[in-house]
């Protein structure tokens, strides 16, 4: 019985020590990494070889050093430089033979990072400062890859157009490029004719600030919205509101007609974006997920069809057909006020008080920055040449080349006479559809025309200059 009952003890010991050996293998496996890898086997083995490198190579370098204080330079300027080129090259190529036969001989594992050098007690500093250079070397190699800035002609004024009782907030141009539409604080919407900037036609209805316009590609309508919450359909044969979308809690900030579908899409102060279909009057969509008033609004015809800035310094990405966001992009931190389409790359750009920013479609993959406009951009607008304009509160203007990120001009708007210093601000702008008029609206109750100085050439206005190893910010 006693030999049986410790067989028994042993078994059941055996079981118990094997139970365990499994347990603390699978807490290895599950929780080893919250902990940090054991130092291995292999860094122990060559930690007495790595020793002996690091001290033949200082012993090495200062033999060097106390060599080197003692070269002979000749004084021809000619001799000189040869001389000293000479024994540089000598004492690199003993360095290259050195450091060859010394790795051949140590089997090193990988080649640690600049941290990792300098974490290591006994690293020459030498050694390190190499490390920096190299990696110094291939920043600037990447550098040396940016894109060189196209040239563009500068702009310049080529109209002012007074017309409205207050500050104009939006702009729209018509498909036809016959005319543009402007709304204002005046509560008023006016039509001028693009050519010879003349008043063609007001349309009242609004009781409060009108602030988003839009002229449909496909029907005889005009959308517009204002911060009375009211957004309206207007019949351009009759010249009168046809239909009125009921929704909004608060003020409407933003509008925008889909590119292909008979969907309009409004976003206001209620901090939502609200889908509405053209016909039936009908809420489709409420985009909900913004934390404050959304500022801008964009709509293109591929996914993510719906972009929103807001003033919780948040831009995001929807999928219009299940009604939720895709991405949030939250790189910017101030109020997103302006958001551009490119009319042909699928990306686009956004505009704060902080930053200009360039993204890519789908994802929202950030680009790059453009840097240099230290105001309040209220708007941004861009063309097919590739000229990207941003134009701010205190009314500074500034003219990019979207592919480089070069800002190569730099305007001022003047305040028209009889108004503030503190007037000359830009709220809306867009180009037209040949993309060779700009135009502008501004807190002087005026609209200007901007085009391009068919005069000038590269030689005569070469722009601002452009800093080729400028590092972008994010």
């Keep these: 019985m006693d030999a049986e009952s410790s067989i028994e003890t042993r078994t059941d010991r055996e079981d118990v020590l094997s139970l365990v050996k499994d347990t603390v293998r699978q807490s290895k496996l599950l929780f080893g990494t919250e902990f940090g890898a054991p130092s291995s086997f292999q860094d122990e083995l060559f930690k007495s070889e790595k020793l002996a490198y690091k001290r033949n190579l200082e012993f090495w370098m200062r033999e060097q050093d106390v060599k080197s204080k003692k070269l002979h330079i000749s004084p021809s300027g000619d001799s000189k430089s040869l001389v000293l080129a000479s024994q540089l090259g000598s004492s690199q190529s003993a360095l290259t033979q050195f450091t060859t036969q010394s790795l051949a001989s140590i089997k090193v594992p990988a080649q640690p990072s600049i941290q990792a050098l300098e974490k290591i007690e006994g690293v020459p500093k030498a050694s390190q400062s190499a490390a920096r250079a190299a990696q110094a070397s291939m920043v600037k190699r990447t550098l040396a890859d ?24 939006c702009v729209d141009v018509e498909p036809g490029n016959q005319w543009f539409c402007t ?12 050519a010879s900037g003349t008043l063609r036609l007001t349309l009242t209805g609004h009781v409060g600030t009108v602030r988003g316009l839009a002229v449909s590609p496909r029907h005889p309508y005009l959308f517009s919205c204002g911060e009375d919450k009211m957004v309206k359909c207007w019949d351009l044969e009759t010249n009168k509101v046809i239909r009125h979308y009921h929704g909004h809690l608060s003020g409407v900030y933003a509008l925008k007609i889909h590119p292909t579908l008979d969907v309009l899409v409004t976003a206001g ?4 974006a609200r889908v509405w279909d053209m016909r039936t009057r009908q809420n489709i969509h409420v985009l909900a997920g913004h934390k404050s008033t959304i500022t801008s609004l964009a709509v293109q015809e591929f ?11 948040h831009i995001k990405l929807w999928d219009l057909a299940a009604g939720k966001t895709m991405t949030t992009l939250t790189h910017h931190k101030k109020t997103v006020r302006s958001l551009c389409l490119h009319p042909d790359e699928f990306t686009f750009a956004s505009g704060a008080s902080d930053n200009i920013k360039r993204w890519k479609f789908p994802e929202g993959a950030f680009m790059g920055n453009f840097s240099g406009h230290n105001a309040i951009v209220n708007t941004l607008s ?14 500074s203007m500034c003219f990019w080349d979207w592919k480089s990120g070069h800002k190569y001009q730099e305007m001022q708007t003047i305040a028209q006479p009889g108004s503030l210093e503190s007037e000359a601000g830009i709220f809306a702008s867009t180009f037209d559809k040949t993309g060779l008029r700009l135009i502008t609206c501004e807190a002087d109750k005026s609209i200007k025309i901007y085009k391009q100085d068919e005069s000038a050439t590269p030689e005569t206005h070469p722009g601002l200059p452009w800093q080729r190893y400028g590092r972008p910010r994010i």
């Design 382 to 395: 861009i063309n097919s040449d590739n000229v990207l304009f941003s134009g701010a509160d205190n009314g």
């Design 183 to 194: 709304g204002a604080g005046d509560r008023t919407i006016k039509i001028w004719d693009l």
């Design 146 to 169: 940016q894109v060189k800035p196209d040239w563009h002609a500068p702009w310049k004024l080529m109209r002012v157009i007074n017309g409205h009782l207050g500050w104009v907030r």
């Design 269 to 272: 102060r209620d901090a939502v």
């Design 303 to 313: 996914d993510p069809q719906v972009v929103t800035g807001s003033m919780d310094s």
